[in-house]
């Protein structure tokens, strides 16, 4: 990657950006959709293909319901939280999908407009600049310096 002219700096430095967009996509599965549990409950190879695909249908429905709630509000998608819109999404489930087949649980899907507005973030301040530094660790004992032994 150090060719220039194959791979343009700002073009890099914009997908790196992208990167962290996904990183997050990924977290948001990881952490808040599975609650941070560590393993999946499937013991057999098939139940956890199973459960990985579910888990990635219930985070393309919610990130759906998400985009179409950032399009109401005419802000962009990347404003909606995923924690609260899944939060959210299963409380309308166990609302109104009681009774129905799981196969029909995606009509029941779509986020009550009243709780719209508490999905979005603040919009994100471009202005704002940090670059890297590295902070000195903090010792036990105090620094020894010339002259204090």
């Not at 194959?6 to 996509?25: D, G, K, N, S, T």
């Not at 939060?87 to 799981?102: I, K, M, Y």
């Not at 709780?115 to 301040?125: A, C, D, G």
Request: charged share 30%; aromatic share 6%; proline share 9%.
């Amino acid at each position: 990657m150090t060719d220039p002219v194959r791979f343009p700096a700002a073009e890099v430095a914009a997908l790196y950006h992208q990167r962290w967009e996904i990183e997050m996509a990924i977290d948001d599965m990881k952490a808040e959709q599975r609650d941070r549990a560590l393993t999946l409950r499937s013991k057999n190879p098939v139940g956890a293909r199973q459960e990985i695909y579910g888990l990635l249908v219930a985070h393309d429905l919610v990130r759906v319901e998400m985009a179409r709630a950032a399009v109401l509000l005419r802000v962009p998608p990347a404003r909606a939280r995923f924690h609260r819109a899944m939060l959210v999404a299963c409380d309308q489930l166990r609302d109104t999908a009681e009774g129905s087949p799981p196969s029909r649980w995606a009509d029941h899907m779509v986020l009550p407009r009243g709780q719209l507005p508490s999905l979005l973030l603040p919009e994100r301040r471009e202005d704002r600049h940090f670059p890297r530094a590295m902070k000195m660790p903090v010792g036990r004992y105090a620094r020894k310096r010339p002259g204090n032994r």
